[in-house]
């Protein structure tokens, strides 16, 4: 069965730098485009950006250029999302789904900006 | 950027109630358009893509439909399990969007 297995809890300061990583399992990874979507408290969905896992080409959303990077790993069928800069608005669960319809979802990590 | 909205924002209902919830684009997307649901502490869960389709095990009750700009997720007799979120997410173009949400509650 497709499941989406996401990296543990952050706890980072403002200013710093966090990685999820996202491993994929289930299905054949290349296939399907990973996208990224974080969640604050309380708050709606806000998409951050997609990579296409056979090409690793990405595309973000502007509010986040120049502070994401997605890359990925195939050999471990692993996607990763990098968030520079941190800040206390950042903090959010930070969820991969697979594909442009969203089919699965990991089950988020959540990432706390705190000092 | 594309702008989704939803109606209503919340909504009351009781167990075997008809709901529906809209869902507007603020320009033609096509049937590109998926609904979720989420409860709380959960990872969001696809129930519909290509505004109508069904995703893989979702019970028939729920049900899509619209083209182009406006959207209607159905839900045809409410189960106690379906008490959560909902949003819809267009994906036709970059940066796909989605919805403010709608939550359903117990009335």
């Known amino acids: 069965q497709v499941q989406l297995v996401q990296s543990g809890a952050e706890v980072k300061k403002p200013g710093a730098s966090v990685k999820v990583s996202c491993k994929a399992s289930?299905?054949?990874?290349?296939?399907?485009?990973i996208n990224w979507v974080r969640q604050a408290t309380g708050q709606g969905l806000e998409w951050m950006g997609w990579?296409?896992?056979?090409?690793?080409?990405?595309g973000y959303a502007q509010k986040f250029q120049g502070r994401v990077t997605i890359t990925r790993n195939t050999s471990i069928s692993t996607a990763y999302m990098e968030l520079r800069s941190l800040r206390s608005e950042d903090t959010a669960v930070y969820y991969c789904?697979?594909?442009?319809?969203?089919?699965?979802w990991g089950p988020g990590t959540l990432v706390t900006v705190s000092s | 950027d594309i702008q989704m909205t939803q109606s209503p924002s919340s909504l009351s209902a009781s167990v075997g109630d008809r709901v529906t919830i809209t869902c507007r684009a603020s320009?033609?997307?096509?049937?590109?358009l998926a609904w979720f649901q989420q409860k709380p502490g959960k990872a969001p869960k696809s129930l519909i893509y290509a505004a109508s389709s069904l995703q893989s095990g979702v019970p028939s009750r729920f049900s899509g439909s619209g083209s182009g700009t406006d959207f209607t997720l159905t839900i045809s007799s409410l189960q106690p399990e379906d008490f959560a979120t909902y949003y819809c997410q267009q994906y036709n173009f970059y940066p796909f969007t989605f919805g403010p949400g709608t939550k359903v509650d117990i009335k």
């Open positions: 990579m296409s896992p056979k090409s690793g080409n990405t």
């Open positions: 789904a697979r594909g442009e319809r969203g089919s699965h």
């Open positions: 289930g299905y054949t990874f290349t296939n399907y485009d």
């Open positions: 320009q033609g997307i096509s049937n590109y």
